[in-house]
């Protein structure tokens, strides 16, 4: 297998531009999440989602986040509008988990966005 | 006061020695994961523990859930060792400690 396919690795674009995070989860896994990291923060849940069921979006910073998931195997994050304060590096990770448990995750390689 | 804190943030460390990581947490949790990142920046699972002690290679793991606390330890410490080890602990969602950046050198 693979492993969780990110894209794009790197992504450097303009504030105010639409910006669209792309995964590909490890095939049966059914928990995807995706996660941000920066330096001042470090590691931080954005949402995950549950046999393709957003569980729990309280991490998305607002409403310029969006996510889906319309398929097992396919997941975006979007940003509209871009902004500089959301330069991070966006890690996308899967797993098998239950209603109260992560389980063991499998992470992306992340998504490198520069926003300038 | 964070949630899980890592100790030492940063450590050095000369190739062969022994290291340990701590990781303290004050919520209730079904299990314990620590992580690996390269600097390259993959994130490699290591570790997912919710009792005792687990053993891989050199890296050893251990919790104790009444002292909400948690130690990862490397035997033989290599050069290749050098990354930032994460705590994340799972009460129904993972919550990260800031990580601990460890350097071995030769």
């Known amino acids: 297998d693979a492993g969780v396919i990110q894209s794009p690795r790197h992504e450097v674009t303009e504030m105010g531009q639409e910006v669209t995070l792309r995964c590909k989860p490890i095939?049966?896994?059914?928990?995807l999440f995706w996660y941000r990291q920066t330096m001042m923060r470090g590691l931080e849940l954005l949402i995950y989602?549950?046999?393709?069921?957003?569980?729990?979006d309280s991490g998305m910073p607002e409403d310029r986040f969006s996510a889906k998931m319309p398929n097992a195997s396919f997941s975006t994050l979007k940003i509209q509008p871009s902004e500089p304060r959301d330069s991070a590096v966006y890690f996308c990770?899967?797993?098998?988990?239950?209603?109260?448990?992560?389980?063991?995750?499998?992470f992306g390689e992340g998504s490198r966005l520069t926003v300038l | 006061k964070n949630e899980v804190e890592q100790s030492p943030q940063n450590l050095t460390a000369q190739e062969g020695e022994f290291i340990t990581i701590n990781c303290s947490y004050s919520?209730?949790?079904?299990?314990l994961h620590w992580l690996q990142q390269h600097p390259g920046g993959g994130i490699v699972s290591l570790f997912m523990?919710?009792?005792g002690k687990k053993k891989h290679g050199r890296l050893i793991a251990t919790i104790n859930i009444q002292e909400k606390h948690s130690s990862l330890h490397i035997t033989a410490s290599h050069p290749r060792d050098s990354a930032v080890y994460i705590c994340?602990?799972?009460?129904?969602?993972?919550?990260f400690g800031t990580g601990t950046r460890l350097q071995v050198f030769p």
């Open positions: 990770a899967g797993g098998t988990s239950g209603s109260s448990y992560t389980g063991e995750l499998f």
């Open positions: 095939s049966g896994h059914n928990s």
């Open positions: 989602f549950n046999n393709n069921v957003p569980i729990d």
């Open positions: 919520v209730g949790i079904s299990a």
């Open positions: 523990l919710s009792s």
């Open positions: 994340a602990v799972d009460p129904d969602k993972l919550i």
